[in-house]
Nanobody
């Protein structure tokens, strides 16, 4: 069992930056691939970024490549999402999720545990 708690969301102007954090507890963090997903109002939850268990592999959806960076600190049981050059279309609730094992790439349907999300609002 893994508990995930996201933080770092908020209101930011277009072009600004935010750093999301996801703190994990309850199990060995390094055994899980981690992902960030987002859900905009009235839309489905979509993949944003993922990182492998040791952090050696990352994956991004096309719309955030070059702007977002996913990273993890296994010693702190935390995964991060650095978001730069934010756009109004990045507005969504951002969710952290964990998938046990080494499957790669990871995807929404394969995730085992989810956080409750943190809201990011980008004003134009």
């Amino acid at each position: 069992q893994v508990q995930l708690v996201e933080s770092g969301g908020g209101l930011v102007q277009a072009g600004g930056s935010l750093r999301l954090s996801c703190a994990a507890s309850g199990s060995t963090f390094s055994r899980y691939g981690m992902g960030w997903f987002r859900q905009a109002p009235g839309k489905e939850r979509d993949f944003v970024a993922a990182i492998s268990r040791a952090g050696s592999m990352t994956d991004y959806t096309e719309s955030v490549k070059g702007r977002f960076t996913i990273s993890r600190d296994n010693a702190k049981n935390t995964v991060y999402l650095q978001m730069n050059s934010l756009k109004p279309e990045d507005t969504a609730v951002y969710y952290c999720a964990a998938m046990y094992g080494s499957t790669w790439p990871i995807n929404l349907r394969g995730m085992d545990y989810w956080g409750k999300g943190t809201l990011v609002t980008v004003a134009s």
